[in-house]
């Protein structure tokens, strides 16, 4: 039997497609939603399951921005054979996100036990939704919102990618809230440091559901579940990904900030009435 049925694949397709690149956290969502269809969060094939089907969202960032995807990666492939196509900032920016995903891979494969252990707790969860809402909300508000995606620098690239280490160790901290906010706080407008967390997130989440590929069908969470759920969270995440980039050209992050910390505390007193199991 599958540790996770087809009707619940459905639903954590959905609430991952939803929230995988909202500055909301995926993983912590993900988790609230395995407690209340009582899938046991700390299983190991249930833990794969979540990583495989970041895939599918990650393909709707592959096909939203495969038209910007295919300018970098055509930029680098000349630089690689032309040291003057070097100096372009495409060329470079590869590069850059090439090297900014090293740190999180790193402390990822150091820290696993942890992370599938301790740091699982919806305990953690909790307060990492709130304490990330704390930073996103002083992030929006520090950042000068100046510098567009032209602008960046390996700096910029390398800092922000490093931000993912928060959301990779702290579920519910939220890896595009991280991102985001560390984008803002080097003063890369709304828009521009949205988009830098879409192409950093590339390398590291479609890395991490191919590793976890072999543990999530062997484990026992089912080859026909696992498809379905990739194939929501792909449709899901394609919309959700046009509505953050209109959203975020106009509005600020607090409504982001109101909702983490809503949930972070109905999550705290969920665990406390003993609604959930941590």
Not at 160 to 184: H, K, Y
Request: glycine share 12%.
């Amino acid at each position: 039997m599958s540790a996770i049925s087809i009707g619940q694949a459905v639903v954590l397709g959905v609430v991952e497609g939803v929230t995988e690149f909202l500055p909301v956290s995926s993983t912590g969502h993900l988790k609230i939603a395995e407690g209340l269809m009582d899938i046991p969060v700390d299983d190991r094939s249930v833990v794969a399951f979540t990583a495989v089907i970041q895939v599918g969202a990650i393909a709707a960032v592959l096909l939203y921005f495969s038209r910007d995807i295919v300018r970098y990666l055509t930029a680098w492939g000349r630089g690689l054979a032309d040291r003057e196509q070097r100096y372009h900032h495409d060329y470079r920016f590869t590069w850059w996100v090439i090297c900014a995903t090293l740190p999180v891979v790193l402390v990822g494969l150091a820290a696993k036990p942890l992370i599938e252990g301790p740091l699982a707790s919806l305990w953690v969860v909790a307060a990492s939704l709130i304490v990330g809402s704390g930073l996103m909300w002083a992030a929006d508000r520090a950042g000068r919102h100046k510098r567009g995606e032209d602008d960046t620098g390996f700096r910029d690239a390398m800092l922000v990618g490093c931000a993912q280490i928060l959301a990779l160790l702290f579920p519910g901290f939220s890896r595009s809230g991280a991102t985001i906010s560390t984008g803002l706080l080097l003063d890369l407008d709304r828009v521009a440091a949205t988009r830098l967390s879409f192409f950093l997130g590339i390398p590291s989440l479609t890395g991490a559901g191919l590793y976890e590929l072999k543990d999530a069908t062997g484990g026992g969470a089912g080859a026909v579940p696992l498809a379905v759920g990739t194939v929501v969270s792909f449709a899901v995440a394609y919309a959700s990904i046009a509505w953050l980039l209109k959203f975020v050209a106009g509005h600020s992050f607090n409504a982001f900030v109101i909702y983490r910390i809503a949930i972070g505390a109905a999550l705290f007193g969920l665990l406390g009435a003993g609604v959930l199991n941590a």
